[in-house]
T-cell receptor, first 113, second 113 residues
Framework: NAGVTQTPKFRVLKTGQSMTLLCAQD?????MYWYRQDPGMGLRLIHY???????AKGEVPDGYNVSRLKKQNFLLGLESAAPSQTSVYFC????????????FGAGTRLSVL | AQSVAQPEDQVNVAEGNPLTVKCTYS??????LFWYVQYPNRGLQFLLKYITGDNLVKGSYGFEAEFNKSQTSFHLKKPSALVSDSALYFC???????????FGAGTRLFVKA
């Protein structure tokens, strides 16, 4: 059971380039999330999804887009990367909200030059 | 609005000594409270949670946390620290009527042999 898998693990982009981060979960979870982690700021929610075909904005959505065409996959896109998007990105999934815990991937370290 | 505060950026403790990592929170309703741990180059892993009932919650790896409603705190504790406990610890809160989880900025625990 792989849990939550993120690809790629590392990426370096030049300003203005685009890329897509892939998150896949094999636990049949309804909810999926994208966070960014910056030093001293904890995790901030970028976008989330409450089911296949649905997405919603989180705390810091600007500059990012997402899609959830299949229940197991949640894609995070950067259309035109900026240095401010240099961060570590984490995907998470959960079976529901409320008392349910989140399961995290290992992260993607992105540098935008 | 929900918020979480972890007042210490770093906690240093000697191996074998008790440890405490502090967390205070603010929510509009009753809280669900969580502790997660992050080891280097890994995603967050669930440690324990408070939903309702006993104020002392026991979790993985010998950790426990005490819920104090009057002080709106949820401090993480362990009676005897191990070097392997050295990691980044995140407190998180979710309003029972809400959806989003708010994470604290994280506290780095350093256990010295």
């Amino acid at each position: 059971n792989a849990g939550v898998t993120q690809t790629p693990k590392f990426r370096v982009l030049k300003t203005g380039q685009s890329m897509t981060l892939l998150c896949a979960q094999d636990m049949n979870h309804e909810y999926m999330y994208w966070y960014r982690q910056d030093p001293g700021m904890g995790l901030r929610l970028i976008h989330y999804s409450v089911g296949e075909g649905t997405t919603a904005k989180g705390e810091v959505p600007d500059g990012y887009n997402v899609s959830r065409l299949k229940k197991q996959n949640f894609l995070l896109g950067l259309e035109s990367a900026a240095p401010s998007q240099t961060s570590v990105y984490f995907c998470a999934s959960s079976p529901g909200t409320g008392r349910n815990i989140q399961y995290f991937g290992a992260g993607t370290r992105l540098s935008v030059l | 609005a929900q918020s979480v505060a972890q007042p210490e950026d770093q906690v240093n403790v000697a191996e074998g000594n008790p440890l405490t990592v502090k967390c205070t929170y603010s929510v509009s309703g009753n809280p669900y409270l969580f502790w997660y741990v992050q080891y280097p180059n890994r995603g967050l892993q669930f440690l324990l949670k408070y939903i309702t009932g006993d104020n002392l919650v026991k979790g993985s790896y010998g950790f426990e946390a005490e819920f104090n409603k009057s002080q709106t705190s949820f401090h993480l504790k362990k009676p005897s620290a191990l070097v392997s406990d050295s990691a980044l610890y995140f407190c998180a809160v979710r309003d029972t009527g809400g959806f989003k989880t708010i994470f604290g900025a994280g506290t780095r625990l350093f256990v010295k042999a």
